[in-house]
């Protein structure tokens, strides 16, 4: 009889395991793709700072987005079992380390160059992570929970690599990406609008991101006078809030 209880309790464990996985697919993915936008807002605040672009409000968004890719990780510690998702969860936490250490001490323009390697480093690695978990995941919307996350990411390294490049930093990458996140963005944008299964809701809010990308596009290419990093940082923090609107709504059932 012990055993038997035994038996039907780990069976019991397994269903409701299985269970919470399915439900806390889009989630995770989710988490995982808030590391990669805040692996380059993480940046974009720090050079903000030195660039003296709002230096109180971005050494705010400095900290704030320190404390909350650490406190993804113990989130999706627990939500993560696969031996696939573990190890990418792992790749995740070492490359982490590196650029915590880069972004907290003193902020020189001559440090640049190294910060946003190290933020590279992050971003392939939760990149790989929410790759993973969107192959994993039994959810339908997962698929869209990704890339309206990754559209997230596209709106700060963007802003990151015009103030990069402001601050003096520049080579032919981020020349190039100027370009290359612009098309990427653009054609995620146009993939999310044709969605069959698109709520009332989700077309709403995806044609205000619409907009509001338009815009920033058109400051973007009005390049020269300072003025313009302020308006860069609040147009890229307009997109990003929309479209982490846009990803909730895709977490729903």
Do not use: C
């Not at 987005?65 to 079992?81: C, T």
């Not at 939760?126 to 995941?137: G, K, N, T």
């Amino acid at each position: 009889m012990r055993r038997f209880l035994m038996r039907f309790l780990a069976l019991l464990l397994a269903v409701i395991g299985a269970a919470l996985a399915q439900g806390s697919d889009p989630e995770a993915i989710n988490l995982a793709g808030q590391q990669r936008m805040l692996s380059q807002r993480i940046v974009k605040s720090w050079v903000q700072i030195g660039l003296n672009v709002q230096p109180a409000i971005s050494k705010r968004q400095l900290d704030e987005s320190i404390r909350g890719f650490e406190q993804n990780l113990r989130v999706l510690e627990p939500m993560i079992s696969s031996a696939e998702g573990r190890n990418a969860l792992g790749g995740l936490h070492l490359a982490w380390a590196p650029l915590r250490t880069a972004v907290t001490g003193v902020i020189r323009q001559a440090d640049a160059a190294l910060v946003d390697a190290r933020a590279e480093d992050v971003l392939i690695a939760a990149e790989r992570l929410a790759r993973v978990l969107q192959d994993q995941a039994a959810a339908p919307a997962s698929r869209w929970v990704n890339l309206s996350g990754r559209q997230r990411m596209l709106s700060q390294r963007l802003v990151k690599v015009y103030m990069l490049r402001q601050w003096g930093v520049d080579n032919a990458r981020l020349r190039d990406e100027l370009e290359s996140v612009q098309n990427e963005f653009s054609g995620a944008l146009a993939n999310m609008q044709q969605r069959a299964g698109n709520s009332a809701a989700v077309t709403e809010e995806l044609d205000k991101l619409a907009l509001q990308w338009e815009w920033l596009r058109t400051a973007l290419a009005t390049e020269g006078a300072e003025s313009f990093r302020l308006i860069l940082a609040e147009g890229g923090d307009a997109v990003l809030e929309l479209a982490q609107e846009v990803t909730r709504l895709y977490q729903q059932p």
